[in-house]
């Protein structure tokens, strides 16, 4: 098929921080799958949730209390959940949650489950920040929760498309954007949550360059809203579909709960690489510097 229906979910978190870590997963989990079943509603064939969907963006502070919202992968019970729901509508879903291998390795991982269910594999997010936002002490504290990914830069093949995942503040290093595109993408999704005052003005300007740079289609997903007890800042929403021609193909509002519905179009796709030949004329070899420390 050339035409796939590509859904995008955002969504504010409204449970007070202070509250159990359960109490945040079963609320956030309830709505999000009322969305998803949204979105399918309206045509979706690849859903993709925000980054670390089940809860608050907890990073703003730095204690051991989130830890316990981490889950295996694939076995764990949210993944299981949703590859149920998966199978039930037959869409791919993009599901990034909080992952833990072992005893204690903790990553920043997203899930992509096919439209019969399978488990098709993780991609789990390779730059992890540690910057201060807001006010109070408050900040993107990252590194406190979650190792560097290491599972490379993998493209699934789904039922509806190949897709490539690239999680929030990766979208700010060109590298593996373009390893995505070497490895087959046609869609990447970047499940993420950003607030504005940090980086709002990239927003729009960053991942349309990548889909030019790449000749593929970017997802870019943002919650909404404010969180308390942190409030550092306001998640800005604005998730949207950008065409390898750096044209925003749709677009959700800044404020609220939504799911944002956009079509990729891969004969486009092909007609963008045919025209601008990157791929054939990028020069690998003179590139050794990049990757010096």
């Known amino acids: 098929m050339s035409k796939v229906t590509i859904g995008l979910i955002q969504a504010s978190h409204d449970i007070h921080g202070d509250e159990p870590v359960e109490a945040h997963k079963k609320a956030a989990i309830e709505k999000h799958i009322r969305l998803v079943r949204e979105a399918a509603s ?11 969907f089940y809860g608050p963006y907890f990073c703003a502070e730095q204690t051991t209390k989130w ?15 949703f590859r149920e729901l998966a199978r039930e509508l037959g869409v791919v879903l993009i599901l990034p949650i909080y992952e833990r291998e072992g005893i204690a390795n903790y990553y920043n991982t997203s899930a992509v489950i096919d439209a019969d269910g399978t488990y098709l594999g993780k991609y789990r997010k390779h730059h992890i920040p540690h910057v201060v936002a807001g006010d109070g002490g ?9 190792k560097p990914g290491n599972s490379g830069y993998p493209v699934f093949d789904t039922a509806y498309a ?3 995942v690239y999680i929030c ?8 954007a373009r390893a995505l595109g070497l490895n087959g993408a046609e869609i990447v999704f970047n499940p993420s949550a950003t607030v504005a005052g940090t980086s709002e003005y990239l927003w ?10 790449n000749g593929y289609y970017v997802a870019a997903i943002n919650r909404v809203g404010y969180e308390a007890p942190w409030n550092m800042g306001e998640f800005y929403g ?17 404020d609220r709960d939504e799911v944002v519905i956009g079509v990729m179009d891969k004969e486009l796709i092909r007609e963008v690489r045919n025209s601008w030949q990157f791929y054939r004329d990028r020069r690998p070899e003179t590139y050794d510097g990049i990757i010096n420390l």
């Open 42 to 52: 309206k045509g979706a064939q690849i859903i993709s949730l925000q980054e670390i």
């Open 67 to 81: 830890y316990d919202a981490a889950e295996e992968m694939p076995n764990g019970p949210t993944t299981k959940l």
């Open 138 to 146: 408050c900040g993107f504290w990252e590194k406190y929760y979650f």
């Open 162 to 164: 190949k897709v490539g």
């Open 169 to 176: 503040y990766d979208r700010h290093f060109p590298e593996g």
């Open 204 to 213: 729009k300007l960053e991942q349309p360059a990548h889909a030019v740079a």
């Open 238 to 254: 604005q998730s949207y579909l950008v065409d390898p021609r750096g044209s925003i193909a749709a677009i959700g509002s800044r």
